[in-house]
């Protein structure tokens, strides 16, 4: 940390001047010669503190100069490092590459190894395929021979292969009709298990159409046993109804009668439908109530037998 310039020279006097005065001697001097003492101490000191302070100048240049050094050389080592750190960067994209090349080349050389071991393995297959076939050859020699043999006998045949694919011809239209032959047999199997499967479908829709039959004819007579009941039962209702309308008319006539006897005796003309029965019933109730109250007070108007002279 930098120590200011005031605190500076006021140390660099404190340690200049001394901590204590001296005693003065019995004989003072006089007190103009302390005073150039004094003034010559003063300019001493200053004279001191100028040489220090050149000094210290001296040296806070010399150390700007080292800290001037100082960061050129750390911009020198930022640029070092700056440099090298792409090195180190550029030194391992290229090991990196180079990785990959070796990665890319162990590839290509396991597929090459695999491709030659696949062309080798193929290699075998051919060959012992060539030693089957020279094998079959050896074994169809005699064959070769016979159908030499034929072909001089048919003329119709001018080379071997003419006779073979004829013979294959024949074959396969043999194996065709085999074919054809086992489809139509299959065929008729199924046919005829399709035709049992109708037959046995329709012994059973027959039982069941007689099992249905029956329960029909029992529903049917259930039903007629029922519909007769229901006949009788309808029968007795209309002779009920028929009483019933019969007793109903005789006692609206009799109602119509008794009104009409009523009136008579009101001498009222009818006031009254003739279809009105409760109505009519009503003004006979009326009259049987007017009836009997007039009966009552004449019962009570009566003397009895005690008042009589």
């Not at 009818?270 to 009966?295: H, R, W, Y």
Request: glycine content about 2%.
């Amino acid at each position: 940390m930098a120590v200011p310039w005031e605190e500076y020279f006021r140390l660099a006097l404190q340690e200049k001047m001394p901590e204590k005065i001296p005693e003065q001697n019995v004989d003072p001097l006089p007190p103009v010669l302390r005073l150039l003492e004094k003034r010559q101490e003063l300019v001493d000191a200053d004279r001191d503190l100028q040489a220090q302070k050149e000094v210290f100048q001296t040296m806070m240049a010399a150390r700007k100069q080292r800290w001037e050094q100082l960061e050129q050389k750390e911009r020198e080592l930022k640029g070092s490092f700056v440099r090298f750190d792409k090195f180190l960067q550029d030194t391992e994209a290229r090991r990196g590459r180079a990785v990959r090349r070796a990665a890319e080349e162990r590839l290509q050389a396991s597929r090459r190894e695999a491709e030659a071991l696949r062309l080798r393995a193929q290699l075998e297959e051919l060959r012992r395929e060539r030693a089957r076939l020279l094998r079959r050859l050896e074994r169809l020699e005699p064959c070769a021979r016979l159908l030499g043999q034929v072909l001089e006998q048919l003329p119709e045949f001018q080379e071997v292969p003419e006779l073979v694919a004829r013979f294959d011809g024949l074959a396969d239209m043999q194996a065709a009709l085999r074919l054809a032959e086992r489809r139509r047999r299959a065929e008729l199997e199924e046919a005829r298990a399709r035709l049992q499967r109708l037959r046995d479908a329709g012994q059973d829709e027959l039982l069941g159409q007689g099992q249905r039959r029956a329960q029909l004819l029992e529903r049917l007579e259930a039903a007629r046993e029922r519909t007769l009941r229901w006949e009788s039962k309808w029968i007795q209702i209309q002779n009920t109804a028929a009483e019933k309308t019969l007793l109903l008319g005789r006692t609206r006539m009799a109602a119509l009668n008794l009104f009409q006897l009523v009136r008579q005796h009101k001498r009222q003309p009818p006031a009254l439908a003739v279809e009105d029965t409760e109505g009519q019933l009503e003004q006979v109730k009326l009259f049987i109530l007017d009836l009997s109250a007039m009966l009552a007070n004449l019962r009570q108007a009566e003397p009895t037998p005690a008042s009589q002279p």
